[in-house]
């Protein structure tokens, strides 16, 4: 049954799963962009800098799979994932920051949670998305620290 990886069989949800996430690198990449010229903050900026390079490797090695499984790779974000962008790029200083740190926890915990459970199948993806999970969980670890800084600085809440 495990000949080489060209005969492997895959099934509707690992092409889903797969798709989905290269769609997420490609949005994080998009917004880490964004991060770095709109961030106020420092934290914010590298934060965009170390989603732009891991989101680029993480899509690169994701393009990698899908042509061995025979996968159309996307070409572009989802609808959603746009729409988030075009959000983000309408908002400045402190309100930019605050928006994109609590988005960055928000779609990290829910990467998480699908790659760790992508992780424990037996289908030819299981190992691509277990060495994921670390990276995301430092994203997360990154993204709730920054949140958590934007809340302690004198950003004053809105009335």
Not at 83 to 99: C, H, I, N, W
Not at 113 to 127: C, R, W
């Amino acid at each position: 049954m495990n000949g080489n990886s060209g005969s492997q069989k895959v099934s509707k949800a690992e092409q889903h799963f797969l798709i989905e996430g290269m769609q997420g690198d490609m949005a994080e990449v998009q917004l880490g962009k964004l991060a770095q010229q709109k961030g106020q903050s420092e934290d914010v900026k590298q934060f965009g800098q170390m989603l732009e390079q891991d989101h680029s490797q993480h899509l690169q090695q994701a393009q990698q799979e899908a042509q061995q499984l025979g996968i159309n790779a996307p070409q572009q974000v989802n609808a959603k994932q746009k729409a988030v962008y075009e959000r983000m790029s309408k908002l400045t200083g402190p309100q930019f920051d605050k928006q994109f740190t609590k988005h960055e926890v928000q779609d990290h915990k829910k990467d998480i949670a699908e790659y760790q459970k992508q992780a424990k199948s037996n289908g030819p993806l299981a190992q691509f998305a277990q060495q994921t999970v670390p990276v995301l969980q430092k994203h997360l670890q990154a993204a709730e620290a920054a949140e958590n800084k934007g809340a302690m600085t004198g950003s004053k809440p809105a009335k």
